[in-house]
């Protein structure tokens, strides 16, 4: 019954607007779309190509392999709108995807932003959804829809700690009676790791290669603590000296020297939110751990890396890529719990 009477309102939607990723959420239907936030674009225009094509998952099959006529682009950087009119695009192309057609009313959203986010690029969030078809825009922060969605008892009097590792930023934070105690935000994250595996390859190796290959090369064999069996991986780019096409063999313990500066970063992260949590609720971290989520948590051995960084007992969610989606759409779902933790927008 429940989901029947959503599907009648349909006028809601929880979304997850990730730097690599945007998933959204529907009250009583659960997670419906999960796209690549990329776009393609006719160079001499600056438009979004006709066709569905043009946005999400299509689109990004398109990423390094278009003619000169044609670019894909993102439309988010470093956790935050980076071109106002083709979010705009992406997000009205993603809200009717994902609300079909039967629903008519314009909806009203709740969007996750990172702790970092300015107010002018909040304001940015704000009209892009508006202009996309919203009748009202909510707000709510990256870690704390994180920490709902991998269950963290952050109502009660105790302290829980999580750290969403995205794409293009680390939301860390501690939560105790409904609201966030210590908290930091950094634009680091999986595109900071594969920018960091382009520029040691091209330094160590003389390897020029792309963005879509680093992060193939993360997946495959990268690693944030020594493992039992070291992996390696082929890798092919152009040769910086000859420009000529070249291959080479890269060892998982190549890739973490690769990795470390942006590690370091998360590392510093996790250590000043801890530092910035009152000494009692502190205490409860030795026994209550930390949960990781995000794409940057499923770099091997990430957990058992920041653990003994840290001292803090770290754990990683069973479906660490979809925490931030569902804990989003479990505060849509109840927003009078949550309302007062939820920035809005007027009502256009």
């Known amino acids: ?17 990730g730097t690599a990723n945007t998933l959204i959420g529907v009250p009583g239907e659960g997670l419906v779309l999960n796209e690549p936030s990329v776009v393609a674009i006719a160079k001499d225009s600056q438009r979004v190509l006709a066709g569905g094509c043009a946005v999400g998952q299509l689109a990004r099959q398109l990423l390094g392999r278009t003619p000169q006529s044609i670019r894909v682009v993102r439309p988010l950087q470093d956790g935050v709108i ?3 009119e083709l979010c ?48 009202q825009v909510l707000l709510i922060s990256e870690a704390k829809a994180a920490a709902i969605g991998v269950g963290l008892p952050v109502s009660e009097p105790v302290a829980c700690m999580v750290c969403e ?15 966030e105690v210590a908290g930091q935000s950094v634009r680091v994250g999986g595109d900071a790791m594969d ?29 944030a603590y020594p493992l039992a069996n070291e992996l390696a991986a082929e890798v ?11 291959k080479a063999v890269i060892t998982s313990e190549e890739l973490r020297e690769a990795l470390a500066d942006p590690l370091r970063t998360i590392v510093d992260a996790v250590k000043q939110t801890i530092d910035d949590t009152p000494i009692d609720l502190a205490s409860d971290l030795v026994d209550n751990g930390m949960v990781l989520c995000g794409g940057g948590a499923l770099v091997r051995s990430m957990d058992r890396f ?6 803090v007992p770290t754990r990683i969610d069973e479906e660490p890529l979809t925490a931030t989606a569902r804990g989003t759409l479990v505060c849509l779902e ?14 256009n």
């Open 88 to 135: 705009e695009a992406m997000l009205r192309y993603f809200f009717r995807k994902a609300r079909r057609s039967r629903w008519r009313t314009k909806p009203r959203v709740l969007v996750t932003v990172p702790g970092c986010i300015t107010p002018v690029e909040k304001r940015a969030v704000y009209n892009s959804a508006h202009r996309a078809g919203a009748r």
């Open 306 to 311: 920041l653990s003994e960084r840290t001292g």
């Open 334 to 347: 109840h927003a009078d719990r949550w309302r007062l933790s939820l920035e809005s927008s007027d009502d």
């Open 236 to 246: 092919r780019g152009i040769d910086t000296a000859g420009n000529m096409p070249r």
């Open 195 to 223: 920018r960091a595996i382009v520029d040691y390859l091209k330094r160590t190796y003389s390897l020029r290669v792309g963005i879509s290959a680093a992060e193939q090369l993360r997946l495959e064999i990268g690693s």
């Open 82 to 84: 980076a071109n106002f």
């Open 165 to 179: 590792i995205g794409g293009g930023t680390t939301d860390v934070a501690v939560f105790s009676l409904g609201d």
């Open 1 to 17: 019954m429940l989901a029947k009477f959503y599907s009648l309102l349909g006028s809601d939607l929880a979304i997850d607007l």
